[in-house]
Each structure stands twice: as structure tokens, then as C-alpha cells.
């Protein structure tokens, strides 16, 4: 019977696939790279991930400290508060670096798309959505309110647009600044 | 003494360099190219426009039906309605596939990023700073509303996150929909 991996094991698997990352790039991050590095078979890799996309993913996933949903202060402006302080600018920098990376890869990679999308970008949602249910059920935001759809893309925009328009990458400060001046009026909380 | 190209010449350069653009993308597409297929020297376009780089932004710029600093009809709803109806689906489609194009380009071509910022983004957020500071004065927007200058970053997130969220490409409707539910909200209009 197959063992499984121990989660000190899994944690550590996980932060090599991110240096690796970081180090080569997507399409030269193989899974032989990986369990070189690791110390581990390649069936090992496969039977526990099925593939290299949904390994890179997964890893990426493992990384996120913070799980959306499970956030719950009591009020939505508490909830951002927290998910804002959680938020340092070394970990911004460095997600950015290799959002920058991945975002070059999915193009010529449909399945890491796939992969991103199903493990990484919908438990998101569905986090910030839980955040967002439970303002409209406390009667802070009106459960017709169309932001309530458009949070995600307010803030992929901060994320987008302020390299590209003010040259400088996106801080916690700015974040912040950008929740309170947007996401917030716009939910009218 | 060099002269100048009349208007119809130079709107005829610009089509046939987007249609270069749109054929073999940025990295492909030479001077000497452009030359060929509008049978003129490469010494008349160099003269014009300095530099390939230029050139393409130049065209990109000319081929933008409405100057944003313009539009004025004494009302921000009223001005964002104009700006709207005069977004066409056909040409936001054409639009996105050709800056997908170029943001793969920039990264390799500093130059024209210098010039797309200087030709292209700085002339559109200067256009959208008038319409905004005529609301301002009016009294529909406060002086200190920190959205005023964030209305950018609003507006490219919804370009960028439709596809990759909803996997569909932005459209009036949901342009429309996204300033109603986003833009103005946030600025209390």
C-alpha cells in the first residue's frame, strides 16, 4: 500500500517546488528537478499530484497563509482589516515575482491554467464569498448589490495597474488605501 | 526641405502598421516591413517618427476613436455614458488581442514601454483626470475623494479579470455594469 507523505514532509516538498520556481521557471522546473532536489522517487511525485501543473499549484496553494473563509471578526471593514494586516510586503514582492513568471507559463500552458484556476483561484473566491455572505446576512451590504460580484476584479486591477501606472508594485499601505477608497464604498459598507 | 505627410497618408501608415501588428506581432514586425507594404522609404518613416517603437504607439493612438479630455456633457454619469456607448464589442475584441500581443512585447522592449506610457497611457489617464476634475468643480465629486486618482486601476482590473476569472472577454454590457457598480459608487457620484 502506498504510504502517505507525513505534513512536515508535504511542507517540505511544497518549498522546494517554490525555489524551484523561482530559481529556473515554469517550463524548466521538471519533476526529475524535483525529486533530485528532494530526495524522492518520481512515481513518489506522481502518485501523490498525478502531474506538474497540479504539483506547481498545489505548492503555490500550500504557501497562502491565510484561508479567506475562516476570517470572522464580526463586521466586513474588521474582516478586510485582517486580511490586510496578514499581508506584509516582502511576501507581496515575492508573490508578485512569481505571479509574473506563472502568468507567462499559462499561455503556453493550458493544463497550469486549469490547475490554477481549480486550485488556487476558486477556493479564493469561494473565501472571499463566505466574507462577503456573511456582511450580507449581518445586513451590512445589500444581498443585490452587484460589486458583490466585482471584488476580484477591483482588486486584480491594484495588483495590475499600479506597476504598470505608477511603476511601483503594490505595498500594504496601498492596499489598504485601495480598500477603503473602492472595495468598500462600492459594497456601501 | 523635408515635407510633411498629409492626414490621409499618415492614417493610411497607421492601418497597415496595425495590420503588420495584428499579423506578426511586435517583434516581427521592421521598418523595413512597414515601408514595403505602404510603399514609402525608410528614411521618410524614420524622420516622422524617430523610432519603430514610436511608430507602432503612434498608430495604436491614432486609431483611438475618441479623445477621453473631450467628452463634456455636464454630468460624470452623462460623460461615462459617451464614453461607453462609444465602446463597441467588435472593437474591444480587436483591441485585447492586439494588447495581449504587446504585453508580451514590452517586457523585451523597454522602449516601447517608455513609449506607450508617454504616448498612449499618460494622454488617456490626462483625458480622464479632465472629465474627473469638471465633476470636482460641479461639486459631484469631492476634491479629496482618494478614488479620484485610482479610477485607472478600477478600469484595467475589469479588462484583465473578466478572461481569467469568467474566462469571457470584457464587453459594453459588462463594462457598463462594472462603472455602475464600481466606479461611480466609489466616487460617491
Not at 503556453?108 to 477556493?123: C, F, G, K, S, T
Request: charged share 25%; proline share 5%.
Amino acid at each position: 500500500m502506498a504510504s502517505r507523505l507525513t505534513p512536515e514532509r508535504e511542507s517540505e516538498l511544497y518549498t522546494a517546488v517554490l525555489d524551484l520556481l523561482r530559481e529556473v521557471g515554469y517550463d524548466a522546473l521538471t519533476m526529475d528537478a524535483v525529486a533530485a532536489r528532494t530526495r524522492s522517487s518520481k512515481a513518489t511525485l506522481y502518485r501523490q499530484w498525478g502531474s506538474k501543473p497540479q504539483l506547481v499549484v498545489m505548492a503555490l496553494r500550500h504557501d497562502k497563509p491565510v484561508q479567506l473563509g475562516e476570517i470572522d471578526t464580526g463586521s466586513l471593514r474588521g474582516d478586510f482589516e485582517v486580511i490586510l494586516e496578514r499581508t506584509d510586503d516582502c511576501r507581496l514582492e515575492k508573490d508578485a515575482a512569481l505571479m509574473r513568471g506563472l502568468a507567462h507559463a499559462v499561455h503556453d500552458n493550458p493544463d497550469l491554467l486549469q490547475a490554477m484556476r481549480e486550485l488556487l483561484v476558486e477556493p479564493e473566491m469561494n473565501g472571499l464569498d463566505e466574507v462577503l455572505q456573511r456582511a450580507v446576512r449581518r445586513g451590512e451590504v445589500a444581498a443585490d448589490n452587484p460589486a458583490l460580484k466585482l471584488i476580484p476584479h477591483m482588486l486584480i486591477g491594484a495588483f495590475v495597474a499600479r506597476p504598470l501606472i505608477e511603476d511601483r508594485p503594490v505595498d500594504a499601505a496601498f492596499l489598504t488605501a485601495y480598500v477603503n477608497a473602492v472595495v468598500l464604498p462600492s459594497l456601501g459598507a
